[in-house]
């Protein structure tokens, strides 16, 4: 069977608000827009897989348990507005993490490939007919190595990042949007024009 195209979406500052580390469900905020994008992202038939480094977990912040309590938590906020994720991956672990147990060069962290690659190989996806989305120059830089294409959204570091585009501190995405709608409409119209949709 063929794999087919799909959105990878990073998650705090993109879907959610990002307000340092997001461990507790009760304080989740949706973006403007965000539950908007991906449910017409869905309306076609693109799967979307959240894809989140949580060093918070590897920090000592919160347990890897939290992490999925705020996604279910997430996918709850998300369902009620009418759109759906398809998955969430995350990576728990940083190089100079206090939890001894989560202190590695992990391959999953953003931005190595390695949520990409299993995501799309557990959901029948081609990473170089899809797209990775988020506010972060790790996301660029994500999609980069897994040869998809990139959209930087201008919430959350959003603009941080852009500054660091222009200055040539990070590479350049293939679109820049200001939320996940206008992200959504681009990497929809792009599909078309790639006869992938």
């Known amino acids: 069977m063929e794999k087919r195209p799909g959105v990878f979406l990073d998650r705090d500052g ?13 304080r989740l905020v949706l973006l403007p827009k ?22 918070a977990v590897g920090r000592g912040y919160c347990t890897e348990e939290d992490v999925e309590e705020v996604n279910r938590a997430l996918a709850s906020l998300l369902k009620e507005r ?7 991956y995350y ?12 202190r590695v060069a992990c391959p999953f962290r953003k931005p190595e ?42 919430t959350g570091h959003g603009e941080e990042t852009l500054e660091m585009v222009k200055r040539k501190e990070a590479p350049r995405p293939s679109f820049v949007a200001k939320d996940l709608v206008e992200a959504a409409w681009w990497v929809l119209e792009d599909m078309d024009r790639r006869g992938l949709i």
């Open 34 to 55: 965000a539950a908007e994008g991906i449910k017409l992202l869905g309306e076609f038939g693109v799967p979307i897989v959240v894809v989140s480094n949580q060093s």
């Open 91 to 102: 990576c728990p672990h940083h190089p100079e993490a206090r939890v001894p147990a989560y």
């Open 113 to 154: 490939p390695g949520m990409v690659l299993r995501a799309a190989s557990e959901h029948g996806i081609d990473p170089r007919k899809s797209y990775v989305v988020g506010d972060m120059h790790s996301d660029i830089k994500l999609g980069r190595r897994v040869k998809a294409r990139t959209v930087l959204v201008l």
């Open 82 to 88: 009418g759109a759906k994720v398809d998955a969430f």
């Open 14 to 26: 993109t879907i959610n608000e990002d307000f340092g580390y997001v461990v507790d469900p009760r």
